[in-house]
T-cell receptor, first 110, second 114 residues
């Protein structure tokens, strides 16, 4: 089992602030994904990164894959209440399944 | 496509009873995954299928848990007998070509065993 540690575990910020969430592992991944899960729903895919050092942007969200493909970060600019949710990273090791991280629960206060 | 459909959304049962959770994956997806989510342990993979065949069931907690996929459009996860520690949200997810395009999750079944 591949272990992905996410930090922080909980984050509560005011609307308009910036934040960064981290996903770290000692394992190398062939690809890494980020999901957002809202209360009462299943996780929804946000982005996939596959190349070391890759940066992808999705509106106010910026995702980066570490050069060694062992870690990733998610940066949110000017957070809004709609960004509230559980953020999960998931890494694939070349097999057929993703290994999910421990999750970061984000609350954006209006 | 309506996405991955799970039923029921909520299930409350008494300890010792049999519980069956159902999942309809997205048409054309060849992988189906069953996950369990709790606050303490996060999202845990229980079992996954490829083309209706179970590939890895190492995450199934014990013999009380069983899963089947009789055809490409239906899967069940059964717990018999259920115990309070089985209380969790159970998710089904499907994908095309494994990890190539990511997973589509259902809305989950919240199971409470009293």
């Amino acid at each position: 089992t591949q272990l992905l540690e996410q930090s922080p575990q909980f984050l509560s910020i005011q609307e308009g602030e910036n934040l960064t969430v981290y996903c770290n592992s000692s394992s190398v991944f062939s690809s890494l994904q980020w999901y957002r899960q809202e209360p009462g729903e299943g996780p929804v895919l946000l982005v996939t990164v596959v190349t070391g050092g890759e940066v992808k942007k999705l509106k106010r969200l910026t995702f980066q894959f570490g050069d060694a493909r062992k870690d990733s970060s998610l940066h949110i600019t000017a957070a809004q209440p709609g960004d509230t949710g559980l953020y999960l990273c998931a890494g694939a090791d070349g097999g057929n399944q993703f290994y999910f991280g421990t999750g970061t629960s984000l609350t954006v206060i209006p | 496509d309506a996405g991955v459909i799970q039923s029921p959304r909520h299930e409350v049962t008494e300890m010792g009873q049999e519980v069956t959770l159902r999942c309809k994956p997205i048409s054309g997806h060849d992988y189906l995954f069953w996950y369990r989510q709790t606050m303490m342990r996060g999202l845990e993979l229980l079992i996954y299928f490829n083309n209706n065949v179970p590939i890895d069931d190492s995450g199934m907690p014990e013999d009380r848990f069983s899963a089947k996929m009789p055809n490409a459009s239906f899967s069940t996860l059964k717990i018999q007998p259920s115990e309070p520690r089985d209380s969790a949200v159970y998710f089904c997810a499907s994908s095309f070509l494994g990890t190539a395009y990511g997973y589509t999750f259902g809305s989950g079944t919240r199971l409470t065993v009293v």
